[in-house]
Nanobody, 117 residues
């Protein structure tokens, strides 16, 4: 069974930076993309950034120019977050799946990111 494990969350002041990592392990990975999602209290989970098997990157408008996703979707994928804002505060999840237009099959447990103003 494939497992995804996030690390790197924490607390930072507005304008600061954090780097999240997601490592896949176990089973035989069969997915074509890995994404970072986030969910703030009282809101729906939203996709933040996606890295496909071919190296294509997709970002939510709210993080373009500030967040960068990179890595190897079968090994470790990182999310570099710069110029953090209070509205970036959320639990961040990595997820992996086969088809971009469907919900990812595999999910990590989540890591908290808190940005104070």
């Amino acid at each position: 069974q494939v497992q995804l494990n996030e690390s790197g969350g924490g607390s930072v002041q507005a304008g600061g930076s954090l780097r999240l990592s997601c490592a896949s392990s176990g089973g035989t990975p069969f997915f074509n993309f890995m994404s970072w999602y986030r969910q703030a209290p009282g809101t729906q989970r939203e996709v933040v950034a996606t890295l496909t098997l071919t190296g294509r990157t997709i970002y939510a408008d709210s993080v373009k120019g500030r967040f960068t996703i990179s890595g190897d979707i079968f090994n470790t994928v990182a999310l570099e977050m710069n110029d953090l804002k209070s509205e970036d505060t959320a639990v961040y999840y990595c997820a992996a799946g086969v088809h971009l237009n469907t919900s990812p099959k595999y999910w990590g447990q989540g890591t908290q990111v808190t940005v104070s103003s």
